[in-house]
């Protein structure tokens, strides 16, 4: 048995667990050929360096509930250990690998001072709501805030406990937020301890909180523009109406663009006329979900994913398109994932020979994370940026990516390729430079 052959056992051995196949895994060694990387140097950045197993527990209604938690730190030979915390029903420790390994591919791709990292929260409030609410008496979003706000907390502790601040620098993921990323603050008082802190807090950055959202309507501009698309002859469907969709729709909206169709975990509302996008971020900031905003046009996510749009931008959870329901896809022309990794290996090929181009997850979706860099930035450094300068700096990125992508895309054979391969040479770099390899 080869070296690199043990070392991969050896630590699928000692979780008693094998890791799936991995879209990430895939284009990194696909990508490792093409660099001519040697497969027990590419192992050492495909890897993660350390996976830490919490168990959170909390008292709620008179009972101990053990919530299961993760941290993956990924990479960090270009800067601390960087990503979100998902906090969702579907978390495991090889979703969080492979999500932290994606943000090593995303803050490189972005050239950011910064390496991968991913936290995980393993609960399913609406499961758990139904076991208590009798006991309980109170209504599922003040169920779900208390006990999100215990976990969060009992989160935190430990972080703290364990050295991990300025280490590892978290931000919010699918179901967290600001609220989450200020408890990490009202504990240390350092600024620097996290990204995503809400507007007021000491090292708040403004533009924060659209810019994932802004990045993604910006990168699907710039691909209109590549290929000749006047925005308003260009229809759009979003699925996800939380951070990242419901500002990615907005600023498609601002720039002419028809969102015809967007649904949340709750419903869905369809217009093919477009529908009234800021009427529906009201209604979605007082209600939490787009359902109810109008009865007569309504939409789950298989009439969506159908529907005959220019643009299909998933911005929810992972995994949502594979070889099952690819055939099934309405979209014409791109499909942008705001999401991370939401289509699977095997559809991004099938996608291709459709003639569907696809704008991937560390491209589209990278304006959190570079707006996270100032934001760290402000924190350690005591600069400031106003929100001119985020959304300049947003901008110049994103112009830079894509021209760095497209510059390798023949190559490569798609952007996904060309994207991995940008981020993968700069990390080797690193890691050479730093002799970690
Ligand atoms: P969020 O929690 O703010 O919103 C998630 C949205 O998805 C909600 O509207 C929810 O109702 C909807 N949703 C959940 N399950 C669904 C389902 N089965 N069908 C339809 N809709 C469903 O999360 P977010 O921060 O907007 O993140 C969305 C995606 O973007 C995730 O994949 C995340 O990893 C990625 N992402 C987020 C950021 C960020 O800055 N927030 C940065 C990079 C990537």
């Known amino acids: 048995?080869?070296?690199?052959?043990?070392?991969?056992?050896?630590?699928?051995?000692?979780?008693?667990?094998?890791?799936?196949?991995?879209?990430?895994?895939?284009?990194?060694?696909?990508?490792a050929r093409r660099l001519g990387i040697s497969r027990s140097e590419y192992l050492q950045i495909e890897k993660p360096y350390a996976f830490i197993y919490q168990r959170l527990p909390v008292e709620i209604g008179g009972e101990?509930?053990?919530?299961?938690?993760?941290?993956?730190?990924?990479?960090?030979?270009r800067g601390p250990f960087k990503g979100g915390i998902r906090i969702?029903?579907?978390?495991?420790?090889?979703?969080?690998?492979?999500?932290?390994?994606?943000?090593?591919?995303?803050?490189?791709?972005?050239?950011?001072?910064?390496g991968g990292g991913k936290s995980g929260i393993k609960v399913d409030f609406h499961k758990l709501y139904e076991g208590l609410k009798d006991k309980l008496k109170v209504d599922f979003y003040p169920f779900m805030d208390?006990?999100?706000?215990?976990?969060?907390?009992?989160?935190?502790?430990?972080?703290?406990?364990?050295?991990?601040?300025?280490?590892?620098?978290p931000a919010p993921d699918m179901g967290s937020s600001g609220a989450e990323m200020m408890l990490f603050y009202n504990k240390t008082h350092d600024p620097a301890v996290v990204t995503a802190?809400?507007?007021?807090?000491?090292?708040?950055?403004?533009?924060?909180?659209?810019?994932?959202?802004?990045?993604?309507?910006?990168?699907?501009?710039?691909?209109?523009e590549q290929v000749g698309k006047n925005p308003a002859d260009v229809t759009v469907a979003v699925q996800g109406f939380g951070n990242v969709g419901s500002y990615a729709a907005h600023y498609l909206h601002r720039e002419g663009c028809r969102v015809v169709a967007v649904t949340d975990f709750y419903g869905g509302v369809y217009n093919p006329e477009g529908i009234d996008?800021?009427?529906?971020?009201?209604?979605?900031?007082?209600?939490?979900?787009?359902?109810?905003?109008?009865?007569?046009?309504?939409?789950?996510?298989?009439?969506?994913?159908?529907?005959?749009?220019d643009v299909l931008i998933p911005a929810a959870s992972g995994h949502v398109i594979d070889k099952g329901?690819?055939?099934?896809?309405?979209?014409?022309?791109?499909?942008?994932e705001?999401?991370?990794?939401?289509?699977?290996?095997?559809?991004m090929g099938m996608l291709q020979q459709r003639g569907v181009n696809l704008l991937p997850d560390n491209y589209v979706n990278a304006g959190g994370v570079i707006a996270s860099d100032l934001e760290y930035k402000q924190g350690v450094g005591g600069v400031r940026f106003n929100r001119q300068q985020v959304f300049q700096r947003l901008e110049t990125k994103f112009d830079t990516m894509w021209a760095e992508m497209n510059e390798r895309r023949e190559i490569a054979g798609s952007f996904s390729q060309a994207a991995c391969d940008v981020a993968m040479e700069r990390t080797y770099k690193a890691m050479r430079t730093r002799s970690l390899i």
């Open 325 to 336: 329901n690819v055939g099934a896809l309405g979209v014409k022309l791109v499909l942008v």
């Open 277 to 309: 996008i800021p009427g529906l971020m009201e209604y979605a900031a007082a209600h939490r979900t787009v359902k109810g905003f109008d009865d007569k046009h309504t939409i789950d996510n298989a009439g969506l994913f159908a529907l005959e749009a």
């Open 197 to 224: 802190k809400p507007e007021g807090i000491e090292g708040w950055l403004p533009g924060r909180r659209e810019a994932t959202g802004f990045g993604t309507s910006y990168a699907t501009l710039k691909y209109l």
């Open 64 to 77: 101990v509930l053990n919530i299961s938690s993760g941290i993956v730190l990924h990479n960090r030979a």
């Open 88 to 114: 969702d029903p579907d978390v495991n420790i090889w979703e969080t690998t492979e999500l932290a390994r994606l943000m090593t591919l995303k803050t490189s791709l972005a050239d950011l001072e910064l």
């Open 146 to 169: 208390r006990l999100k706000d215990h976990i969060m907390r009992e989160f935190v502790d430990h972080f703290v406990e364990r050295g991990l601040v300025r280490t590892y620098v």
């Open 1 to 31: 048995m080869k070296n690199e052959d043990r070392y991969l056992k050896n630590i699928e051995k000692f979780i008693c667990s094998r890791e799936p196949e991995s879209r990430s895994g895939i284009l990194m060694k696909d990508s």
């Open 338 to 347: 705001a999401a991370n990794m939401p289509v699977s290996w095997e559809a």
